[in-house]
């Protein structure tokens, strides 16, 4: 038995160890990829693929894109995160895989970053072939290796709809497909994101993005080795878009709740075993939310017009001042880098 135990424990550490090495060389690929990626948006933008804006411009905007909305939420206005992005991605993989687009009508090319110039002449005819999700963006596959990369910014909306449908007023890209249906990109903030990329342009857009959350490698010794040297608190951790995707502000606050950690803690902290307790009650409340269809709190809906609601099952996020579901206590609202954070200080320590 102690012979077994040994054997085990060896076996445990050079796994813990060869996941270390992998994480070290994961990070010096990805500063490379980055390094790759910045030139090739300069490409993009000096060239004739997207419209009216110089490299310095667009390059602070699209910066921006990636990195500071992901980081916007603010009362009245909620990002869909990973389990919206999920639900809407496979509606529409149920509904316009393999569909030929006939159109491209765009009424606004003026989002958060401009809309791919040419993108009716370089979609028409494409068939749908793979409709998948990284991180809060939905992309679309075509059968010659262009991609249509989408984010819904903070009111973004897909609406599967037929040709004829009334058209509203911030309905600012509409796709029409050959059997009479379409899907409309609406966003009365306009804080979205419309773009088309080559196979070699997709890879960099994404070539600095963390791990999916509900991967096998996702685990309790990938986020102990994550979290060993974070110097910030776990919350702000889990929402680090270069270390885990998709996770936002409700989220987060669940799974930390789910998991009995506060999210005051230090995320380098963390023993062992809370990492694999934080790393389980992520994928459970990430894969809950996606079978209720994501959370609705203000203009999230399905493609199909419906809502969705796990916000019916939130524990602690938006529960400021009502009684912990579990111990009654109060449940306490504070702000963490400007956001709001909501947890329950006697369950969550």
Known sequence: MIMNNTKKNKEKEEERKRLAKALKQNILKRKKQQQSRQRTLSKLVCGEEFLGEST????????????????????????????EVEVISNFLLDKIKNKQISNVIVNNWNLRAPITKNIDDMLKGKVIR?????????IWNTDDSVAVIIHLGMSGKLIYADHDQMRNKHDHVVFLFSDNTSIIFNDPRRFGLVIVLNKEQETDFFSDFGMEPLTDEFSGDYLQELLKNKKVNIKSALMDNKSIVGVGNIYASESLFRARISPLRSAKNLTYRECEKLAAEIKNTLSDAIAAGGSTLKDYAQPSGSAGYFQNNFYVYGKVQKPCKICNNIITLIRQNGRSTYFCNACQN
């Open 56 to 83: 310095a411009e667009y390059s602070n905007v699209f910066e921006n894109d990636k990195i500071t909305i992901r980081n916007l939420s603010f009362e009245g206005g909620i990002m869909p995160e990973l389990p």
């Open 130 to 138: 793979n409709i998948k999700r990284r991180g809060k963006y939905t």
